[in-house]
């Protein structure tokens, strides 16, 4: 039943994120509240993706660094820059919204690229290893980052920023690994698609009650917000594109690949709606917050385009390694 489930969750995908963003923005006044659990709903998607991982596989994505270094070059480097372009282009002199671009693609890559990655038999270790080590790295990424392109500076609380993303990825994903490890990968046919399921609605869950947060800066649709979220939309398609181009280009793995575009294209819009909503005007936070809408869209889109070019090599990959 619970297989059954994951199933029809992994084809509504496309309309999950769209549809609890919906929810959240109509029942603000009683979910956001609730919004304490976004953390805890997040280290259980971390847990349960991790469970189909384990410490040798990490020790090998770690001991061939190029796959990380080349996603952390389009993350923080290759992609700000193209938003900087695209943002000057169509929003000459409005430096709130330009920020706000910027900054929704310099916040590390989305903890729900394990779904992704995972749905499509993509190189898992790798993707653990580029969200551990992006998520370690973004209190001081992020906001250096934003000091480069956009020429300001941001104060965050990094002590207290660590210990979240502490707790959300770095110490499920460690247990995760760890079950598998004492399993002796057991739990990857029995425990993960169990969880399977719930971890979709979870990410569901996670998406209404950022929703119901941030239901104000959605609330005023006009021609501007029209335009925003056109602007937002082809900055992040470019984003799995650039990541699946430069994986081409330096012929890359099919699984590797994989793990490159969706860590590459999505974002922890979570964590960046915080940010830009703490530390900047409502303007900048504007460009993050429409991000949600579009992020699973954009991930079904290119895991369409990744079964018509790679689903053969895949399988037989991930069964003869």
Not at 156 to 184: A, C, E, R, W, Y
Not at 229 to 254: H, N, Q, T
């Amino acid at each position: 039943m619970l297989q059954k489930l994951n199933k029809k969750l992994e084809k509504m995908m496309p309309l999950i994120t769209p549809t609890s963003v919906v929810i959240g923005v109509l029942l603000t006044a009683y979910l956001a509240p609730f919004s304490y659990l976004v953390p805890w709903i997040f280290a259980f998607i971390t847990f349960s993706g991790a469970l189909s991982s384990n410490f040798t596989s990490l020790k090998r994505a770690i001991a061939h660094p190029f796959p990380i270094l080349l996603a952390l070059f389009t993350l923080h480097l290759i992609m700000p820059a193209w938003a900087w372009v695209v943002g000057h282009l169509t929003f000459p002199g409005d430096s709130f919204t330009i920020t706000g671009l910027i900054l929704a693609v310099v916040i590390p890559t989305g903890i729900s690229s394990f779904i992704w990655v995972a749905m499509k038999h993509g190189n898992i270790a790798l993707t653990l290893s580029i969200i551990l080590i992006d998520t370690l790295i973004s209190p001081f990424v992020v906001p250096y980052s934003l000091t480069l392109f956009v020429g300001s500076n941001i104060e965050m609380d990094i002590s207290s920023m660590m210990q979240g993303l502490f707790f959300m990825v770095v110490l499920p994903s460690v247990l995760g690994m760890l079950v598998n490890h004492l399993t002796k990968g057991e739990c990857t046919k029995t425990l993960s698609p169990t969880l399977a399921p719930f971890s979709k609605i979870g990410l569901g869950v996670v998406v209404i009650l950022n929703s119901a947060e941030i239901a104000p800066y959605l609330q005023n649709v006009n021609l501007k917000l029209i335009k925003t979220a056109g602007v937002v939309f082809f900055i992040a398609f470019c984003g799995y594109l650039i990541s699946w181009g430069i994986g081409r280009l330096m012929k890359l793995e099919p699984d590797v690949i994989v793990a490159l575009v969706f860590t590459g294209g999505m974002r922890n819009i979570s964590a960046g709606a915080v940010i830009a909503i703490t530390f900047f005007p409502p303007e900048v936070a504007v460009p993050v917050v429409v991000g949600m809408l579009f992020q699973q869209i954009l991930a079904s889109i290119y895991a369409g385009f990744i079964d018509r070019v790679y689903s053969v090599q895949l399988i037989e990959q991930k069964y003869t390694a």
